[in-house]
């Protein structure tokens, strides 16, 4: 089965940095759209940022300017570069693949990440 394996969340300080990272694990054929979401306490799991398999990125506008979305394609690699960081950012982390599993092109799934916590003191 293929399972998203995400890294690199973690307690930091207004004003900081930290890159996120998901690694698929699994056989898969491709990999179409690949996206970050993130669930605050208390709110609705929202997007983020979204990567196409052409690189076209798209940004939540409370992240535009913070946060860079990125893939390795050679890796099966999602990052999300957060700069600036706010308390308002403080959330779980949920990485998402769009993958075709196999040549059938009926093979398109979904894929989610267990989440990571990211937490932004004051």
């Known amino acids: 089965q293929v399972q998203l394996v995400e890294s690199g969340g973690g307690l930091v300080q207004a004003g900081g940095s930290l890159r996120l990272s998901c690694a698929t694990s699994?056989?898969?054929?491709?990999?179409?759209?690949m996206y970050w979401y993130r669930q605050a306490p208390g709110k609705q799991r929202e997007l983020v940022a979204q990567i196409t398999s052409g690189g076209i990125t798209n940004y939540a506008d409370s992240v535009k300017g913070r946060f860079t979305i990125s893939r390795d394609n050679a890796k099966n690699t999602l990052y999300l570069q957060m700069n600036s960081l706010k308390p308002e950012d403080t959330a779980v982390y949920y990485c998402n693949f769009v993958v075709r599993k196999y040549y059938s092109a009926s093979s398109i799934d979904s894929y989610w990440g267990q989440g990571t916590q990211v937490t932004v003191s004051s």
């Open positions: 699994g056989s898969i054929f491709s990999i179409n759209t």
